[in-house]
T-cell receptor, first 114, second 104 residues
Framework: GAVVSQHPSWVICKSGTSVKIECRSL??????MFWYRQFPKQSLMLMAT?????????EQGVEKDKFLINHASLTLSTLTVTSAHPEDSSFYIC??????????FGPGTRLTVT | RKEVEQDPGPFNVPEGATVAFNCTYS??????FFWYRQDCRKEPKLLMS?????NEDGRFTAQLNRASQYISLLIRDSKLSDSATYLC?????WGLGTSLAVNP
């Protein structure tokens, strides 16, 4: 099946710093990738849709200047959390749409901001 | 009404039992439906798509009821390894998941 990788798998950073998370499709090209956030005991919340070669589409309430998304190639999308704060601590997961088969997810990145 | 709703459970069943989960959705125009499984602290994994005619994959059966706006997932002969949270997705909207614990 399709494989999506994410890096790093976990990161601890200080408040005010920026963190970049990479999402790669390893054996297929993904024109559309999605970024989600999941807080403990809560559902996955879609943050934005990343389209190769164009600007990301952000969901309501997600600050595009804080969560920078770049989808520069058909196999890579990046999410940069700028000026991270403790409330940004969460599990960030990317996924790639695979035709009508749904989405394949990366393993997630656990971000802790101290 | 929430856009996608699931009974959070937990469902505790013995091995070999049959268990069913429902997931209701509010947007009658929805076209894509999926069931995912998520293990603790792991990413969700696609379990199966849900087709209008219903579909089966081994011990798992998914069905769609457009009139009542819900999808269902039936697990037969449950195994210990089926213990997980089962998430339904309607378009790109996720339910909170239903927790299943299969006991020996």
């Amino acid at each position: 099946g399709a494989v999506v990788s994410q890096h790093p798998s976990w990161v601890i950073c200080k408040s005010g710093t920026s963190v970049k998370i990479e999402c790669r499709s390893l054996d297929f090209q993904a024109t559309t990738m999605f970024w989600y956030r999941q807080f403990p005991k809560q559902s996955l919340m879609l943050m934005a849709t990343s389209n190769e070669g164009s600007k990301a589409t952000y969901e309501q309430g997600v600050e595009k200047d804080k969560f920078l998304i770049n989808h520069a190639s058909l196999t890579l999308s990046t999410l940069t959390v700028t000026s991270a704060h403790p409330e940004d601590s969460s599990f960030y997961i990317c996924s790639a749409r695979v035709g009508l088969l749904g989405q394949y997810f990366g393993p997630g990145t656990r971000l802790t901001v101290t | 009404r929430k856009e996608v709703e699931q009974d959070p459970g937990p469902f505790n069943v013995p091995e070999g039992a049959t268990v069913a989960f429902n997931c209701t959705y509010s947007n009658s125009a929805s076209q894509s439906f999926f069931w995912y499984r998520q293990d603790c602290r792991k990413e969700p994994k696609l379990l199966m798509s849900v087709y209008s005619s219903g579909n089966e994959d081994g011990r798992f059966t998914a069905q769609l009821n457009r009139a009542s706006q819900y999808i269902s997932l039936l697990i037969r002969d449950s195994k210990l390894s089926d213990s997980a949270t089962y998430l339904c997705v309607v378009e790109l909207i996720w339910g909170l998941g239903t927790s299943l614990a299969v006991n020996p």
